[in-house]
């Protein structure tokens, strides 16, 4: 799986919308972008996931440039809740594990 | 809806002892289901995933074992446990039977593991 970089922290304030970027400039065409979060003390939360277009859920946003060497992941209105450590991991085939980085720790401040 | 429970939640054992944490899933079946660890401060480690009852692969050799006795049930073992074993111990389950081709995992509340 293609490895990915992510910044080692962030701010953003509450009721702001949090980008947090992540490049994967090795991912090959078969490998999907997941995104997951991991708040102090819990399993990791899976959050959304791509291969070419831009997803929305109810959760996030997950914007990939058109040549997939990065992608940014969109909290529209974050809040405190949403203050944790975020994943960004390149993922192909199917029953592979995931191979978690050391993620984007992501603080929201009141 | 699909949830996976682990448990115990919390467990503090002495160096020599033996372990076992429970996974159960609900709410589908065969499902693919994977044993993680993640050691303080570091990323997590696949230790076993499973596709099928009594089907186990195991990604790392070390005393610890896993097995599958029902299709919705993923065990963690060990007969001695060492200082090392310490860390939070994640299941995981995932569609053996997805559409796309790439399936996504996930993740329940973990077991932290104290070794003493």
């Known amino acids: 799986d293609a490895k990915t970089t992510q910044p080692p922290s962030m701010d953003c304030a509450e009721g702001r919308a949090a980008n947090l970027p992540c490049n994967h400039s090795t991912i090959s065409g078969n490998e999907y972008v997941y995104w997951y979060r991991q708040i102090h003390s819990q399993g990791p939360q899976y959050i959304i996931h791509?291969?070419?277009n831009n997803e929305t859920n109810e959760m996030a946003s997950l914007i990939i440039t058109e040549d997939r060497k990065s992608s940014t992941l969109i909290l529209p209105h974050a809040t405190l809740r949403d203050t944790a450590v975020y994943y960004c991991i390149a993922m192909g085939l199917r029953n592979t594990p995931l191979v978690f980085g050391k993620g984007t720790r992501l603080s929201v401040i009141a | 809806s699909q949830t996976i429970h682990q448990w115990p939640a919390t467990l503090v054992q002495p160096v020599g002892s033996p372990l076992s944490l429970e996974c159960t899933v609900e709410g589908t079946s065969n499902p693919n289901l994977y044993w993680y660890r993640q050691a303080a401060g570091r990323g997590l480690q696949l230790l076993f995933y499973?596709?099928?009852?009594?089907?186990i692969s195991s990604e790392v050799p070390q005393n610890l074992s896993a097995s599958r006795p029902q299709d919705r049930q993923f065990i963690l073992s060990s007969k001695k446990l060492l200082l090392s074993d310490s860390g939070f111990y994640l299941c995981a389950w995932s569609l053996a039977q997805a559409k796309s081709s790439t399936d996504t995992q996930y993740f329940g509340p973990g077991t932290r593991l104290t070794v003493l």
């Open positions: 791509g291969l070419k």
């Open positions: 499973s596709v099928g009852i009594g089907q």
